[in-house]
Nanobody, 123 residues
Framework: QVQLVESGGGLVQAGGSLRLACTAS????????MGWFRQAPGKDREFVAA????????YYADSVKGRFTISRDNAKNTVYLQMNSLKPEDTAVYYC????????????????WGQGTQVTVSS
């Protein structure tokens, strides 16, 4: 089992920045590819970004490309999501997830999920 705990959410004005963190415990963190997803009210949970187990490969949804950066620190068992130039449409609950498979954009490929952290961007 892997336990994931997100932090860093909050309220920010449009154009601002936030950095989310997700800390893992349980099994060896570096064995897992990690992803960030988000879910806005009334919408499906959608892929945001993913990173390979080594951190050497990253992938982003088109809606966040160039504004968000995913990274990881395997020594700290933590994955980060740096979010810049935030827009009101980025408002959602953000979830981190872990998979033993190669990184993926598909929710179904992820085995473990955090409880989520709220990000609200005001206009």
């Amino acid at each position: 089992q892997v336990q994931l705990v997100e932090s860093g959410g909050g309220l920010v004005q449009a154009g601002g920045s936030l950095r989310l963190a997700c800390t893992a415990s349980g099994r060896t963190f570096s064995n897992y590819a990690m992803g960030w997803f988000r879910q806005a009210p009334g919408k499906d949970r959608e892929f945001v970004a993913a990173i390979s187990w080594s951190g050497g490969s990253t992938y982003y949804a088109d809606s966040v490309k160039g504004r968000f950066t995913i990274s990881r620190d395997n020594a700290k068992n933590t994955v980060y999501l740096q979010m810049n130039s935030l827009k009101p449409e980025d408002t959602a609950v953000y979830y981190c997830a872990a998979t033993e498979s190669p990184w993926s954009t598909m929710r179904s490929r992820y085995d473990y999920w955090g409880q989520g952290t709220q990000v609200t961007v005001s206009s």
